[in-house]
């Protein structure tokens, strides 16, 4: 059964930092593209950054520059370190995984089967 647990949300000021984790377990971890996403009451979920099973590593314009994804196999751990927060970058964060993923017309989303959540973690970002 495949999991995905984040952690490392939390309360900050506007120009601090957060990193977030997400232990996956239960699916083959190398091989799938797994990414973050967010959402605020209200609206839909948005991609925020995503890496595929090549490493390459795509983000929402909205966060390019501020925002960095990356991963850790041998702990089968990905996170999300974002730098420079704004209040507009308050929402719940998810952990994400699936076969495919991609980036069109800034619209990050996974395609190709079964998509994976976790539970999600808050990141409130106070101007």
């Known amino acids: 059964q495949v999991q995905l647990v984040e952690s490392g949300g939390g309360a900050v000021q506007a120009g601090g930092s957060l990193r977030l984790s997400c232990a996956a377990s239960?699916?083959?971890?190398?091989?799938?593209?797994m990414g973050w996403f967010r959402q605020v009451p209200g609206k839909e979920r948005e991609g925020v950054a995503i890496?595929?099973?090549?490493?390459?590593?795509m983000y929402a314009d909205s966060v390019k520059g501020r925002f960095t994804i990356s991963q850790d196999n041998g702990a089968n751990t990905l996170y999300l370190q974002m730098n420079s927060l704004k209040p507009e970058d308050t929402a719940m964060y998810f952990c994400?995984?699936?076969?495919?993923?991609?980036?069109?017309?800034?619209?990050?989303?996974?395609?190709?089967?079964?998509?994976?959540w976790g539970q999600g973690t808050q990141v409130t970002v106070s101007s």
């Open positions: 994400a995984a699936g076969p495919k993923c991609a980036k069109s017309n800034d619209v990050i989303y996974f395609f190709g089967g079964t998509v994976y």
């Open positions: 239960g699916y083959t971890y190398s091989s799938v593209c």
């Open positions: 890496i595929n099973s090549y490493r390459n590593r």
